[in-house]
């Protein structure tokens, strides 16, 4: 089983959720974050004063799938939230020793819903 999380622009979390869904993924947490990336922040104008916001608003995604569903699901992010833009965002995989449903007591793949 692997996690994945993806952090991508508020304005593709809808495009990404939909996307996800016509490929079978049922179960995500998705969390609204602040961060920054190589660009550090971005400048603003407000008042027609110009500032520097050094922590941007980001969506982040967490699935957790098994081996097999992560190249689809990677792809399907990647593609939905790209804008050929700086920004677009970051996704990560990473092992996932063990889940647990905490209703039932299901374990792994059981417990994730595949």
């Known amino acids: 089983m692997k996690m994945i999380v993806a952090i991508v622009k508020p304005a593709v979390t809808e495009p990404v ?19 920054h990336g190589r660009q550090k922040g971005q400048t603003e104008i407000y ?28 792809d399907t992010i990647s593609k939905t939230a790209s804008t050929g833009k700086i ?18 007591g299901e374990r792994d793949s059981e417990a994730i819903g595949v």
């Open 87 to 104: 920004g677009d965002g970051k996704v990560f995989v990473m092992d996932l020793a063990s889940a647990v449903r905490i209703r039932t």
């Open 47 to 74: 008042r027609g004063a110009e500032y520097q916001v050094t922590l941007v608003p980001k969506v982040r995604f967490e699935i957790a799938v098994e081996d097999s569903a992560v190249d689809k699901v990677v």
């Open 17 to 35: 959720m939909d996307a996800l869904a016509d490929i079978g993924i049922s179960g995500l947490t998705v969390s609204e974050v602040k961060g």
